[in-house]
């Protein structure tokens, strides 16, 4: 879990070409000092994009820490600002979202919660701060000294988002309060307990943070997917469906009530929860693979085919679906298929396909795959290094 944002330059393009590199080089230069002490400095956050004028970091999951130093980052603007006209004043837009940030793929970010802040950043009035609505669901009741006004925008490939303008009417001090460095001590020691996988604690620490902080629902959220892990599907179903109710992650929290649902062997209701999932979400590989799943298991291999490359078309990157094809194929006897789909993935990323292969084939009691797979991975790793040879320049052409 990450705070993630998006600090950006607003005109960046035009003013590129009405006045030259040279003449705004000094304030993007600007921008990104400002960016670098309040976001990484500060906050010990990450840059892991610069496009052009625009700066995008993961920052640790303290949100109300993030949202204080964005303001404070926008009131260095204004200052940097004053005595200045155009084209050296610097006009900004800050983003902030909250959420599950995956791992990169081949080095590059792939992620539903970048893209939304991505589109945040776009709709943000000038010289503004804006917050995810996710992000104002979980800190409006604490940060309760700041104003927030709620916009709407149609995002790129999200549809109508509802967001909110943050501002600072008392101009206090950046410094948070008790009660909001207790929030963000409850996000920290979730997020570290996730990456320990201690979901015991996980569950406590989320029953805790919900009596100081009621009815957050990222918490909620949290001690549901805790409930899933430790196999108590009820009561995962039970918190994320207040979540729904809350309106809170909808799609997300569908997965989950979804996979709940499978593991407590009721697939007919698994799969009514997943295709509401896959109508609620803008990028729903998962619930699309979910269901692949269900009817793999079922030995509907058609059905499953089928939900699998609509995952792959969502999500090309996403293993789990591979996986299904390629087992779907070796049952078939079809060998050249499975080579295709194992020549697509990076090399590094080829031992977990291949594990995901064996479960699946474990799943449904096959064996005797293992050497026909040695030469499917065999043969994908040869087709390689011949392309590598192929594109290496002879020595007359270098």
Request: proline content about 5%; some cysteine; hydrophobic content about 40%.
């Amino acid at each position: 879990m990450r705070t993630i944002v998006f600090v950006d330059a607003v005109d960046f393009t035009s003013e590129l070409k009405q006045h030259g590199r040279a003449a705004i080089a000094t304030k993007i230069a600007k921008l990104q000092e400002f960016a670098d002490f309040f976001f990484v400095y500060k906050l010990k956050g990450t840059f892991i994009g610069k496009l052009g004028d625009g700066f995008l970091l993961l920052c640790p999951p303290a949100p109300p820490e993030v949202i204080a130093e964005a303001l404070s980052c926008q009131s260095f603007v204004d200052a940097y600002n004053v005595g200045k006209n155009e084209p050296e004043l610097l006009n900004t837009r800050i983003a902030v979202h909250y959420g599950l940030i995956a791992p990169p793929e081949g080095g590059n970010y792939i992620d539903t919660n970048l893209n939304l802040t991505a589109r945040l950043e776009g709709a943000t009035p000038p010289n503004s701060v804006c917050i995810s609505a996710t992000l104002y669901d979980i800190v409006a009741d604490t940060l309760k000294e700041l104003s927030f006004e709620e916009l709407k925008s149609d995002f790129k490939g999200l549809g109508e988002n509802k967001y909110y303008a943050v501002r600072d009417p008392n101009g206090r001090a950046v410094a948070p309060s008790r009660r909001e460095s207790r929030l963000s001590y409850y996000f920290s020691t979730v997020s570290a307990l996730h990456e320990a996988e201690n979901w015991e604690a996980v569950k406590t620490t989320c029953e805790q943070a919900l009596i100081d902080f009621p009815g957050n629902p990222e918490f909620i959220s949290q001690l549901g997917y805790s409930l899933l892990l430790l196999d108590d599907y009820p009561g995962a179903i039970r918190a994320y469906e207040q979540c729904v109710a809350k309106n809170y992650d909808v799609a997300v929290s569908l997965l989950y009530i979804g996979r709940a649902y499978m593991r407590m062997g009721q697939g007919a209701r698994a799969l009514a929860v997943l295709t509401e999932a896959i109508e609620k979400g803008d990028q729903p590989f998962h619930a699309l693979n979910d269901i692949a799943d269900i009817y793999f298991e079922r030995n509907d291999y058609d059905n499953a085919e089928m939900w699998a490359k609509k995952s792959l078309k969502v999500n090309r990157h996403f293993l789990f679906p591979m996986a299904t094809l390629i087992v779907i194929d070796l049952l078939r006897g079809d060998k050249e298929a499975p080579l295709t789909i194992v020549r697509r993935v990076e090399p590094r990323r080829r031992p977990f396909l291949r594990e995901d292969i064996e479960a699946r084939c474990k799943l449904i009691g096959i064996r005797g795959f293992n050497t026909v797979l040695d030469a499917v991975f065999n043969a994908a790793s040869a087709k390689n290094k011949l392309a590598a040879r192929k594109r290496k320049p002879r020595d007359q052409d270098k």
